[in-house]
């Protein structure tokens, strides 16, 4: 999965006084799209120089590599043969330096969630950067904001040799099979979270879930848990065609994996369909 770098570590311990040199590599994101360079291996970032930046943000380190974001105000200046590509292309770039997709990922959330809170949403004060930890402080409330992390589900729904698999709609860029998932509610267990994510997208119901495995998954700012069930009466599938163009029963030999295997989703299809104990 994208966290699996070893012997490489993704260390995300806040360090305040962190500062790029003019060599240090800069995660600089517009939207979802980073810009990067593409290489016969991958892709590599700019660093600061290349950018023209006079501040930075420190994000974390992999190994001894320390990684920065511009600071909010900056100006970017696009260095030649530089470009903007979706994080989901980026995604496709695996073949290269493993960390560093995990890194883009990473930084990605955080990115998010800096932008997002450049104001104070209790009282509209602008934010400051706290000295001793990753947090945002109100100077003038003193409201103290931590990076958001969304739990969200994994679920795999089986049927003796069987087991559903979907495509989401209006997703151009995905065009693989994946799992049902979904983000808890307020108040919600993630074995009740399972349990309506699939009654809401496939009308099944389900019996026996049980856990497996976490991710990272930066692109939704979330934590991913992935479970393991069984149809509980009746296979019909009444799909969520507001969610969901496919969704339908598929036999081991039958699954088509994924293109790659960073997520948490493909490795439990591909638990499944190598009949291995779920």
């Given at each position: 999965?994208?966290?699996?770098?070893?012997?490489?570590?993704?260390?995300?311990?806040?360090?305040?006084?962190?500062?790029?040199?003019?060599?240090?590599?800069?995660?600089?994101?517009?939207?979802?799209?980073?810009?990067i360079?593409?290489t016969?291996?991958?892709?590599?970032?700019?660093?600061?120089?290349?950018?023209?930046?006079?501040?930075?943000?420190?994000?974390?380190?992999?190994?001894?590599?320390?990684?920065?974001?511009?600071?909010?105000?900056?100006?970017?200046?696009?260095?030649?043969?530089?470009?903007?590509?979706?994080?989901?292309?980026v995604?496709?770039?695996?073949?290269?330096?493993?960390?560093?997709?995990?890194?883009?990922?990473?930084?990605?959330?955080?990115?998010?969630?800096?932008?997002?809170?450049?104001?104070?949403?209790?009282?509209?004060?602008?934010?400051?950067?706290?000295?001793?930890?990753?947090?945002?402080?109100?100077?003038?409330?003193?409201?103290?904001?931590?990076?958001?992390?969304?739990?969200?589900?994994?679920?795999?729904?089986?049927?003796?040799?069987?087991?559903?698999?979907?495509?989401?709609?209006?997703?151009?860029?995905?065009?693989?099979?994946?799992?049902?998932?979904?983000?808890?509610?307020?108040?919600?267990?993630?074995?009740?979270?399972?349990?309506?994510?699939?009654?809401?997208?496939?009308?099944?119901?389900?019996?026996?879930?049980?856990?497996?495995?976490?991710?990272?998954?930066?692109?939704?700012?979330?934590?991913?848990?992935?479970?393991?069930?069984?149809?509980?009466?009746?296979?019909?599938?009444?799909?969520?065609?507001?969610?969901?163009?496919?969704?339908?029963?598929?036999?081991?030999?039958?699954?088509?994996?994924q293109?790659?295997?960073?997520?948490?989703?493909?490795?439990?299809?591909?638990?499944?369909?190598?009949?291995q104990?779920?």
């Amino acid at each position: 999965m994208i966290q699996d770098i070893y012997p490489h570590k993704l260390e995300n311990r806040y360090i305040p006084v962190a500062s790029a040199s003019d060599s240090s590599p800069v995660f600089c994101f517009d939207g979802r799209s980073l810009l990067i360079k593409q290489t016969e291996d991958g892709f590599e970032l700019p660093t600061k120089s290349e950018l023209g930046l006079s501040k930075t943000n420190f994000l974390f380190m992999v190994d001894k590599t320390a990684y920065f974001r511009p600071d909010a105000m900056s100006v970017i200046n696009t260095p030649e043969g530089f470009e903007f590509k979706r994080i989901s292309e980026v995604r496709r770039m695996s073949r290269g330096s493993r960390e560093l997709i995990y890194a883009a990922f990473t930084a990605l959330h955080l990115d998010k969630w800096y932008k997002d809170n450049r104001f104070c949403g209790r009282c509209g004060e602008k934010t400051e950067h706290s000295k001793t930890e990753r947090a945002l402080i109100c100077p003038n409330c003193g409201r103290v904001i931590y990076p958001r992390i969304n739990p969200a589900v994994i679920v795999g729904i089986t049927d003796g040799d069987r087991m559903v698999l979907t495509q989401y709609k209006g997703r151009k860029d995905i065009d693989f099979y994946a799992l049902v998932a979904g983000f808890l509610e307020i108040g919600e267990t993630f074995e009740e979270c399972v349990a309506r994510e699939v009654m809401e997208e496939v009308g099944l119901k389900v019996k026996n879930i049980r856990y497996y495995k976490s991710q990272p998954w930066g692109i939704a700012d979330d934590i991913l848990a992935g479970y393991y069930c069984d149809v509980d009466g009746d296979t019909t599938i009444r799909m969520d065609e507001n969610e969901l163009k496919v969704a339908k029963w598929m036999k081991r030999e039958e699954i088509v994996l994924q293109p790659d295997d960073l997520s948490l989703t493909n490795e439990m299809m591909t638990i499944f369909k190598n009949g291995q104990k779920v």
